[in-house]
């Protein structure tokens, strides 16, 4: 009790705020709000058809796509490049195929991603060994 652990991110190296700092849980749901109404407007429009059953099927596919995709290469999906956030590895490089397909079906399972750290990272992220920050 009463012990100071610092500000979230201080254990990665990282700034305390601005650009580079760990991204606040606001804006990252934010984040996964945008993604999750696109690949349901892909899923419904594209390949379901019109059935809005098939569609949330759909979409959990069209999820795992588009992260794996985004994220591996320019590291953000679209809604986190709109909330100016960036997944990155624990080093601050860019994180690799399996770390990042790893990450998206730990985020998959939702659970994984309720589970954070003292730092605000999910067990989805901290397994991966990333880290969402501001740009």
């Known amino acids: 009790m009463g012990v100071d652990f610092g ?7 990282l700034p305390e ?3 580079g700092s760990v991204a ?3 804006r ?5 709000f945008i993604d999750w109404a696109l690949c ?16 949330g099927n759909w ?9 794996a995709l985004t994220v591996g290469t320019i590291g953000s999906t679209p809604g986190k490049r709109i909330l100016g ?12 195929a399996g770390r990042v397909i790893t990450r998206t079906v730990l985020l998959l399972l939702v659970i ?13 992220d901290r397994l991966a060994r990333a880290v969402q920050v501001r740009i």
């Open 7 to 13: 500000y979230r991110g201080k254990r990665l190296g």
């Open 17 to 19: 705020q601005g650009p």
């Open 24 to 26: 606040r849980v606001g």
């Open 28 to 32: 990252r749901f934010a984040a996964v």
């Open 40 to 55: 349901m407007v892909i899923a419904y429009g594209l390949l379901a058809r019109g059935d809005q059953q098939a569609a």
């Open 59 to 67: 979409a959990l596919g069209v999820f795992l796509v588009l992260s």
């Open 85 to 96: 956030l960036r997944v990155l590895a624990e080093n601050g490089e860019r994180l690799g």
């Open 112 to 124: 994984p991603a309720l589970v954070w750290d003292r730092d605000g990272r999910g067990l989805h």
